[in-house]
């Protein structure tokens, strides 16, 4: 059974930092991307941060500058995201996602943690 733990989420006053980590447990063949979602009440799912198998990023417009993605070198199935100027719209639950493309494809979530920016 593959298992996701999330964690770091907090509520933080706007300009504040946070750091999320996921790890992921259990059996499944070698990942192509991590990365981190966040659905904030009454939104879609968007993503936020990805990262490849080799270790290239990408972020959505909105956190680009802010936010860094980065995959633990020694534990290969740790991401973390590592938040900065965090502001109010930054307020969802993150959730953690590892996925594979070739077969055997998978797509896992992790069950969410609460990020909160307010004053």
């Known amino acids: 059974q593959v298992q996701l733990v999330e964690s770091g989420g907090d509520l933080v006053q706007p300009g504040g930092s946070l750091r999320l980590s996921c790890a992921a447990s259990?059996?499944?063949?070698?990942?192509?991307?991590m990365g981190w979602y966040r659905q904030a009440p009454g939104k879609q799912r968007e993503l936020v941060a990805g990262?490849?198998?080799?270790?290239?990023?990408?972020y959505s417009d909105s956190v680009k500058g802010r936010f860094t993605i980065s995959r633990d070198n020694a534990k290969k199935n740790t991401v973390y995201l590592q938040m900065t100027n965090l502001k109010p719209e930054d307020t969802a639950v993150y959730y953690c996602?590892?996925?594979?493309?070739?077969?055997?494809?998978?797509?896992?979530w992790g069950q969410g943690t609460q990020v909160t920016v307010s004053s």
């Open positions: 259990g059996s499944f063949a070698s990942i192509d991307t």
């Open positions: 996602n590892i996925r594979r493309s070739a077969y055997p494809t998978y797509d896992y």
């Open positions: 990262i490849t198998f080799v270790g290239v990023p990408m």
